[in-house]
């Protein structure tokens, strides 16, 4: 469509996608770099070709530690217990600092569309434009924000439909989801630009708890990539006389009045290294924005890692931008 700047008449401009909240998480993620950041929130659209954000900010020059969400799985779904046993430790959750908060910024802007480009220009100090490729679902419930160019952000995610920033679903309704999410990734780590595209997120392996009811876990049972010796368990991790490449896995809700989950994974190895029964050491913290689409339904999620290694070295710091979608 052509682009319709709102007039001094009051003309309306045409939402992005007819959409106007979005969930976004995009990131500066470059190589050579420790200045590295990622940011997670929403944008919402005005028909007066306004645009305002609400953001939380992780940035590699400062690094926040992990944050504790005071979510304890119940027994229905985690265990004390050792041995053969096939639920995940019983564990606060941990998330990354800051996210049980009030975002970290906000900002307002103005936007264009000119075809299938929406243009953003925020109204900072620093120069800062972005254009996303606004992508329909098939089903016309949901729109897609592909990245196409930023000032500062590399890579980004957005997904956006009419259902207000506070409708969430419950953690049944997440775990009753019946299409396939797929993830896409791109993280820094040691210095290294990874993606890892379409990879299956085994929803379905995930328990739910008997009455902490805003909790999912998994504990895979073996990973054939990650957790071995070199990743950090001389002794117990795969490839060792023990052979312990387990992953501990939770999902939980962290707000209910907004979109806000997050996902803490690590590997049982590593609490075995430190003879832990939780693992204290660099885990994964991941938190998560539900896609909530027009109907209300759970679509899947946009997320950031900010898991930031603990002291002064970022070269182990690991820092993503994703989404877990049946949308792609």
Not at 218 to 237: D, I, N, R, T, V
Request: glycine residues 10%; charged residues 15%; contains cysteine.
């Amino acid at each position: 469509m052509p682009s319709q700047p709102a007039n001094a008449a009051g003309s309306a401009l045409s939402l992005p996608g007819g959409k106007a909240t979005y969930v976004v998480s995009q990131g500066h993620l470059k190589a050579a770099s420790q200045q590295n950041w990622v940011r997670l929130g929403s944008y919402s659209f005005a028909a007066n070709g306004t645009v305002t954000s609400s953001l939380y900010l992780w940035w590699q020059r400062n690094p926040t530690a992990r944050q504790r969400t005071g979510m304890v799985p119940d027994s229905g779904c985690t265990t004390k217990a050792g041995g053969s046993n096939p639920r995940p430790r019983t564990c606060e959750v941990l998330t990354a600092g800051g996210f049980t908060g009030a975002p970290d910024e906000k900002r307002t802007g103005t936007y264009t569309l000119s075809g299938d480009v929406l243009s953003i220009r925020w109204k900072i100090a620093q120069t800062w434009t972005e254009q996303w490729y606004v992508r329909p679902s098939p089903d016309g419930k949901l729109a897609r924000l592909d990245l196409k160019q930023s000032s500062l952000a590399t890579h980004g995610y957005g997904y956006g439909s009419n259902a207000a920033v506070g409708t969430r679903r419950a953690m049944s309704s997440v775990k009753a989801f019946p299409g396939a999410l797929r993830q896409d990734l791109t993280s820094w780590a040691h210095g290294k630009i990874v993606k890892s595209d379409n990879q299956p997120f085994g929803l379905s392996s995930f328990r739910a708890c008997a009455t902490t009811t805003s909790c999912l876990t998994y504990l895979q049972p073996s990973s054939k990539g990650a957790c071995q010796k070199e990743g950090g368990c001389p002794k117990y991790g795969g490839g060792t006389a023990a052979n312990v490449s387990s992953i501990q896995y939770y999902l939980t809700k962290i707000s209910n009045t907004d979109r806000r989950d997050t996902l803490w994974h690590w590997c049982t190895c590593l609490a075995m290294e430190r003879d832990e029964f939780c693992y204290t050491g660099n885990s994964h913290v991941k938190p998560l924005m539900q896609i909530i689409d027009d109907s209300g339904a759970f679509r899947g999620w946009v997320g950031a890692e900010a898991s930031f290694s603990i002291g002064a070295a970022r070269g182990t710091d690991m820092i993503a931008v994703f989404r877990i979608t049946d949308f792609h």
